[in-house]
């Protein structure tokens, strides 16, 4: 994850070198005012990075408290008013169908590609789409794991291989927490990048 302090001092070693460039050591207070003013702009950028990280690390353990049948770890990252879809289930509808899901593949393992996440401009509410499968533990799938972060060719290749389902999450913050508000899960519709 980047951190804001080191996203800070890399964007006060440009300022100072642009500055030097373009109007040289006399203008002080013109070093200061662009220097605040790339200061916010860093940290809003440097937020957002760390946001999205954040909620990509939240899907990932989410993952594996699903492969640990850890239900109800798993749904205290729901907010209050939580849905799933289809259906309109509260958490504790959702919880007892995964329940039930979870049992019957018996041990498991989730695969995904690097989750869509979309940051809405207050900082306050984002969006994320996971593309997955399931199979049963110990089932080889091999080349997957190499393609995290090509998502069309991960889909592309798993197609091949699984069914897959899209997990659209709405997403909001509580206090300082990330919490899932919403869920919509679809079989995959194909590759609609």
């Known amino acids: 994850m980047t951190k804001p302090h080191s996203c800070i001092k890399k964007m006060a070693k440009l300022v100072k070198n642009v500055f030097l460039?373009?109007?040289?050591?006399?203008?002080?207070?013109?070093l200061r005012l662009w220097a605040?003013?790339?200061?916010?702009l860093l940290v809003s950028a440097c937020?957002?990075?760390?946001?999205v990280h954040v909620i990509r690390e939240m899907?990932?353990?989410?993952?594996e408290m699903a492969e640990a049948k850890q239900i109800g770890d798993l749904m205290q990252q729901t907010g209050k008013g939580f849905v799933a879809m289809p259906g309109r289930h509260n958490a504790d509808e959702t919880g007892s169908i995964l329940f039930a899901a979870f049992m019957h593949y018996g041990r498991f393992k989730i695969h995904f590609p690097k989750p869509g996440i979309d940051i809405a401009p207050d900082g306050r509410r984002a969006t994320a789409t996971i593309y997955f499968f399931?199979?049963?533990?110990?089932?080889?799938?091999?080349g997957l794991k190499e393609l995290y972060e090509n998502p069309r060719q991960w889909l592309e290749t798993a197609s091949q291989k699984a069914d897959l389902?899209?997990?659209n999450?709405?997403?909001?913050?509580?206090d300082s927490d990330w919490v899932v508000m919403e869920a919509l899960l679809e079989g995959f519709k194909g590759l609609g990048f």
Not at 21 to 30: F, L, T, V
Not at 47 to 51: H, I, L, T, V
Not at 134 to 142: A, C, E, H, S, Y
């Open 21 to 30: 460039q373009q109007w040289g050591k006399e203008s002080a207070m013109q």
């Open 36 to 40: 605040v003013v790339m200061l916010c």
């Open 47 to 51: 937020s957002a990075k760390d946001e």
């Open 59 to 63: 899907i990932r353990k989410s993952a």
């Open 134 to 142: 399931i199979v049963r533990q110990n089932q080889p799938i091999p």
């Open 165 to 167: 389902y899209q997990l």
């Open 169 to 174: 999450i709405q997403l909001a913050k509580e």
